[in-house]
């Protein structure tokens, strides 16, 4: 039995205070916290594809803006948060080849993940709650604190 992940909370920190990025960051909590229920009830298989989906969605519609706000503003760390969100390019990237190592035979045996599908699922599930904690939490959180308290048009 694998253990049980606790839901993503929408905490005030989160709030960057630009309604649509504020939206983006709604909607992956929402996505990943249907991901993490499933996974927690022993369904996480069913939402495999929709969740990888909804990271690669999230990555397109939320970064770029994000990135063209800190420009803007002039944000210092902005090159630190960009690399941030190539990592999580990264992660997305890997994560969706071990998901179609899983759907092919004759996998190469130093590609399969012995783990199976079950292995897949974890590392999202890790993937997800790291990037709460470390990004969201962490690097836009600062972000919102420069743009909220430091910066001035
Ligand atoms: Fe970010």
């Given at each position: 039995?694998?253990?049980?992940?606790?839901?993503?909370?929408?905490?005030?920190?989160?709030?960057?205070?630009?309604?649509?990025?504020?939206?983006?960051t709604k909607?992956?909590?929402?996505?990943?916290?249907?991901?993490?229920?499933?996974?927690?009830?022993?369904?996480?298989?069913?939402q495999l594809d929709n969740v990888l989906n909804h990271l690669t969605e999230y990555s397109h519609k939320h970064?770029?803006?994000q990135e063209d706000l800190m420009e803007r503003i002039k944000y210092p760390s902005l090159d630190e948060h960009k690399t941030d969100h190539k990592k999580f390019?990264?992660?997305?990237?890997?994560?969706?080849?071990?998901?179609?190592?899983?759907?092919?035979?004759?996998?190469?045996?130093?590609?399969?993940?012995e783990r199976g599908v079950d292995g897949v699922l974890t590392d999202i599930a890790d993937f997800i709650t790291d990037w709460y904690h470390s990004h969201m939490l962490g690097a836009d959180k600062r972000l919102s604190d420069y743009y909220n308290y430091e910066y001035k048009e």
């Amino acid at each position: 039995m694998s253990k049980t992940i606790q839901p993503l909370e929408w905490v005030d920190d989160l709030r960057l205070g630009d309604y649509s990025l504020d939206n983006h960051t709604k909607e992956f909590l929402r996505f990943a916290n249907v991901f993490i229920d499933a996974k927690n009830v022993g369904n996480g298989e069913e939402q495999l594809d929709n969740v990888l989906n909804h990271l690669t969605e999230y990555s397109h519609k939320h970064f770029p803006p994000q990135e063209d706000l800190m420009e803007r503003i002039k944000y210092p760390s902005l090159d630190e948060h960009k690399t941030d969100h190539k990592k999580f390019n990264l992660g997305v990237a890997k994560l969706l080849k071990k998901r179609l190592l899983l759907k092919r035979a004759n996998v190469p045996a130093d590609e399969y993940d012995e783990r199976g599908v079950d292995g897949v699922l974890t590392d999202i599930a890790d993937f997800i709650t790291d990037w709460y904690h470390s990004h969201m939490l962490g690097a836009d959180k600062r972000l919102s604190d420069y743009y909220n308290y430091e910066y001035k048009e």
